[in-house]
């Protein structure tokens, strides 16, 4: 995972001072860490029972659809609230200052569908674990949670493991 980790550009001070950002845009300039990652994905999700890939807005999409296309399975997009055109379901989450809402079409997961929330980047949790309640929400079972960076010092995990203990991520800062 060292190609992928190298890969990273690092932005210091955004979006604001004393961030430094993990920018995955160098990822997705590279057709072969673009599939490397796709197919680690692949590999470490074998035998695990998935129905579907929910993915997160908007960086959520990039590897989470090609890797549902990759494992033949249907993909959810979980959208910013407004932003899908049919009937939605959503749930409200806390910001760091504020809240925000995420939103699905109310007919994307049905009762007892087993679904994997994909993201590009594991902070502190809060969207993911908003994602896995809107799916619980509509009788889902969150099978696992993937991502492709974790930023292991802000605990994100510790957000999750109620909704799934089955976590992934390929590179752990």
Request: net charge neutral.
């Amino acid at each position: 995972m060292d190609e992928i980790r190298n890969a990273i550009r690092l932005v210091p001070d955004f979006p604001k001072q004393g961030i430094l950002f993990k920018d995955i845009t160098p990822l997705l300039q590279n057709e072969k860490i673009g599939k490397l990652i796709i197919k680690e994905f692949a590999d470490r999700l074998k035998g695990k029972r998935i129905d579907a890939i929910a993915g997160i807005e908007s960086r959520g999409f990039l590897f989470g659809y090609a890797l549902a296309l990759e494992m033949g399975l249907p993909f959810i997009p979980i959208r910013k609230s407004g932003k899908l055109p049919w009937k939605t379901v959503g749930v409200d989450y806390a910001l760091e200052y504020g809240t925000a809402r995420i939103e699905m079409h109310q007919d994307a997961v049905t009762s007892g569908m087993h679904v994997m929330v994909h993201d590009d980047l594991l902070a502190t949790g809060g969207t993911a674990a908003a994602a896995a309640k809107l799916i619980q929400g509509q009788g889902g079972v969150v099978s696992c949670f993937s991502f492709v960076v974790e930023l292991s010092f802000l605990k994100g995990r510790d957000a999750l493991t109620q909704y799934s203990g089955d976590i992934i991520s390929l590179v752990n800062d």
